[in-house]
């Protein structure tokens, strides 16, 4: 079990407003449960990234790990903000939060998280509130996801696997989808554990820039390109990201181990995630 809740998140951002004004705090949908999904928004660029994280209830501390980023970032910006509300002309030219507009929803299952991390007998669910697998809900060959995991069992709502009764059945794929469509990002990234491997390709699709990208995380942060295991593939949100847009998506796997993956991994993950992320919007 852990301290991490959709409410401890909830206060952790709320002071990063409260030290960083011109942090973007929206919810952009609500849970199973009605607990609100909150996207956080830093820079002003005509660029759009989004990143997202928690998709899978015990991958909850990537939504640390994306909270941890937001605020690095912000701090970044902040002197700059200082310069301006002051009436001064900021150091410096050409910084990314001029270029690029970073949005981040940090926790997209917050129901499935606070399940994992307050009841111990429940460390490998990975599902939303009602045993729907919010990465195998999304519409891109959603049927494909079905006949695949119905073969190996995972036919009615459980912790892992289940699909849902029809693509976007939830309400956390729902906010997902509307708000990428709202923002309209360059390309994405989500965050999972675990692996220290990057997948970069859905079927024959070739994004420009895609493979560019992957290289430049590889070389960001270590992680390897590597293709989405079979049993994993379809209905995911980079899935259906790549296949509506034809733009690169990406899903990075932190850290290594066994999932949900403790606390002390934190610094060492984050050290080669930050990089990985900072590449990425250096590079939108």
């Known amino acids: 079990m852990s301290i991490f809740t959709s409410y401890v998140y909830e206060a952790m951002i709320q002071s990063l407003k409260t030290h960083y004004s011109f942090l973007e705090i929206d919810v952009i949908g609500n849970s199973r449960m009605g607990k609100p999904i909150y996207a956080l928004t830093l820079g002003y660029g005509p ?4 990143v997202n994280a928690a998709h899978h209830a015990n991958e909850w501390i990537t939504a640390l790990l994306l909270t941890k980023f937001a605020k690095d970032c912000a701090k970044e910006i902040k002197p700059a903000w200082d310069s301006w509300t002051n009436n001064k002309e900021p150091g410096g030219t ?3 939060y001029e270029q690029v507009t970073l949005h981040m929803v940090p926790l997209v299952n917050p129901d499935g998280v606070d399940l994992v991390t307050t009841t111990s007998s429940h460390n490998n669910w990975k599902a939303n509130a009602v045993g729907v697998d919010l990465n195998s809900n ?14 190996r069992g995972y036919t009615a709502p459980g912790p892992r696997d289940y699909v849902g009764p029809n693509a976007l059945s939830e ?7 509307a708000f990428t469509k709202y923002v309209d990002p360059a390309f994405t990234i989500s965050l999972h ?5 990057i997948y970069w390709r859905y079927k024959d699709f070739n994004p420009p820039g895609a493979l ?12 390897h390109l590597e293709d989405v295991p079979a049993e994993s593939s379809h209905a995911g949100y980079r899935d ?3 296949s509506h847009y034809n733009r690169p998506g990406f899903t990075i796997e932190c850290g290594l181990g066994t999932s949900p993956l403790p606390l002390s991994d934190f610094d060492e993950i984050y050290k080669k995630l930050h990089p990985l992320l900072y590449f990425a919007i250096q590079n939108s």
């Open 47 to 50: 660029v759009s990234l989004l």
């Open 94 to 96: 050409n910084a990314w």
């Open 138 to 151: 999304y519409p891109a060959s959603w049927e494909q996801a079905k006949a695949h995991k119905f073969a």
């Open 171 to 177: 309400p956390e794929s729902m906010a997902m989808t």
């Open 193 to 197: 554990t675990q692996g220290e491997e």
């Open 212 to 223: 560019e990208l992957a290289l430049g995380f590889f070389r960001a942060s270590g992680y």
């Open 240 to 242: 259906w990201f790549i």
